[in-house]
């Protein structure tokens, strides 16, 4: 079975600051990881995706995330934030055939001008 | 990517009637859909799994008579709210995958239902 934990549900940063959006999953076999951002009333779009590859992945609007199996994370990280960055983040893992999708709880992350 | 099309993206409808969400993969087959409701600032709650020709698998605690999901061809899939009630009102999404699409889901712009 797969699951993810997703530390904080709120996060707060300063415009050019770093964003960190914390993902851990739980799996019993080897997962494949995502993350998806959601705008208001919107549906989810993917940043980025890993699927067995390489361990970093480079994801749209300059996101990125490191697959470390040692301490099953998935962290979401940006160099500088933009207010743009502003929404609900969610990380998630599946089986590798599609068939099982669970998403964590989502981040809600602020940008402060 | 590849594209998935819900529609309605808004609709609003009277207590007792009946609303159909249709999910669309454009440009892929789905052979898998899910459906998933979403509370205010809630995370996703998965609602069913279909598999094209056959039926949903629905996740516990959820009415299987009250929202009706049909996956008739690899690309439509429909969810039915049957006698829809003020607390049914949410935002549904669902999401498409494909056994190519390496475990991804491709996902629909969302409905928000409002039964007044």
């Known amino acids: 079975a797969q699951s993810v934990t997703q530390l904080g549900s709120h996060v707060s940063v300063s415009e050019g600051a770093l964003v960190l959006l914390r993902c851990n999953y739980s799996?019993?076999?080897?997962?494949?990881l995502f993350w998806y951002v959601q705008y208001p009333n919107q549906g989810l779009q993917l940043l980025l995706k890993?699927?067995?590859?390489?361990?970093l992945v480079k994801g749209i609007n300059g996101f990125e995330a490191e697959f470390k199996k040692s301490e099953t994370s998935f962290h979401l990280t940006k160099p500088s934030a933009h207010m743009s960055d502003a929404a609900e983040y969610f990380c998630?893992?599946?089986?590798?055939?599609?068939?099982?999708?669970?998403f964590g709880t989502g981040t809600s992350l602020t940008v402060i001008p | 990517g590849a594209v998935v099309s819900q529609h309605p993206s808004w609709v609003i409808c009277k207590s007792g009637t009946s609303v159909k969400i249709e999910c669309r993969s454009l440009?892929?087959?789905?052979?898998?859909m899910f459906w998933y409701r979403q509370f205010p600032k809630q995370s996703l709650m998965l609602m069913a799994t279909?598999?094209?020709?056959?039926?949903?698998?629905?996740e516990q605690g959820v009415e299987k008579d009250k929202f009706l999901i049909n996956h008739a061809s690899l690309t439509l899939s429909t969810l039915t709210v049957t006698s829809a009630h003020p607390e049914d009102s949410s935002f549904y999404i669902c999401?498409?995958?494909?056994?190519?699409?390496?475990?991804?889901?491709?996902f629909g712009q969302g409905t928000r239902l409002t039964v007044v």
């Open positions: 999401s498409a995958s494909n056994r190519a699409g390496l475990g991804e889901a491709f």
């Open positions: 799996s019993s076999v080897p997962p494949y």
């Open positions: 890993y699927t067995s590859a390489a361990t």
């Open positions: 998630a893992v599946s089986d590798q055939t599609g068939n099982q999708f669970y």
């Open positions: 440009d892929f087959q789905a052979t898998t």
């Open positions: 279909s598999n094209e020709g056959s039926k949903a698998t629905y």
